[in-house]
């Protein structure tokens, strides 16, 4: 897999994080990538090595009709997420992970390529 022609293996932003992994950035763009970033979201880098082999920026922030915030993710991503980076997303929703081998391995993806995200507002008729 070519890391670089899928930006949700590299970068996955919530409410107020970002999982990033600026190995994958280009040297002349990295800074101002995280220097904006930073302005309004707690960042959180990962390695190559973390997103290409654990899809650790293969993630989603979700919540649920009371407004709960969790994170989903593969087992994969949880075990290569280390303890500090762990504790920093915990901070931003619980932490669920499930085993997903067969979208890792042959999909090319992982939990957020399985995840749909709806931003309407809800009918109150």
Do not use: W
């Amino acid at each position: 897999m070519c890391i670089r022609d899928s930006t949700n293996v590299v970068l996955s932003i919530g409410d107020n994080f970002a999982v990033v992994c600026t190995e994958s950035i280009d040297s002349e763009n990295r800074e101002s990538v995280l220097e904006s970033l930073k302005q309004t979201h707690e960042v959180i880098e990962v390695s190559l090595e973390q997103a290409e082999q654990g899809f650790c920026a293969n993630i989603l922030q979700v919540s649920n009709q009371k407004g709960d915030k969790f994170i989903a993710m593969s087992d994969s991503a949880y075990k290569k997420f280390t303890e500090q980076q762990l504790s920093i997303l915990s901070k931003h929703g619980k932490i669920i992970h499930a085993s997903l081998p067969t979208i890792e391995e042959i999909g090319g993806g992982s939990a957020r390529c399985m995840l749909c995200e709806v931003f309407l507002q809800r009918n109150s008729a």
